[in-house]
């Protein structure tokens, strides 16, 4: 029973197979664009609309998420709109000082000495780097 199905399902998706192979739009396709510039074409479309399309979703989620800090800036402080436009725009100094200030505070300086010590280590054998192990003769399969 169970072979008599898997015979049908073989048979039905070769005939199926068959069919898409035949397609008259796949045979008109193949005569027109033997070459595949128009694939070409059509699938880089496609990719560059589909990134155009994110790089303007972006940015307007950009917009607005600048727009809703504003008008929070504006709820809690109780400034007008341009206040609160002057308040989002902060200088470049005033970012530069404070990540000047995170720096120095977070990053550690330690004392030390320029004087140099090496140590002779003494070299134990080990068999991983000895050259006698290495594979010199082709292995011959038997």
């Not at 950009?62 to 200088?91: D, F, N, P, Y």
């Not at 470049?92 to 404070?98: N, R, V």
Request: one cysteine or more; charged letters at 20%.
């Amino acid at each position: 029973m169970g072979l008599r199905c898997l015979l049908l399902v073989i048979i039905v998706m070769q005939a199926q197979f068959a069919n898409a192979l035949s397609n008259g739009k796949i045979e008109s396709f193949q005569k027109h664009d033997s070459i595949g510039i128009g694939m070409t074409l059509t699938a880089m479309g496609v990719v560059f609309i589909c990134l155009a399309i994110l790089y303007l979703a972006f940015k307007l989620v950009g917009k607005i998420s600048v727009s809703l800090s504003r008008k929070r800036a504006m709820v809690s402080s109780g400034l007008s709109h341009e206040e609160a436009k002057e308040v989002t725009r902060q200088s470049g100094e005033l970012f530069a000082a404070i990540a000047m200030a995170i720096y120095e505070a977070t990053e550690l300086h330690d004392d030390e000495s320029t004087i140099l010590t090496i140590k002779n280590k003494a070299s134990i054998y080990s068999p991983w780097n000895s050259k006698i192990y290495t594979l010199r003769e082709i292995p011959v399969k038997k």
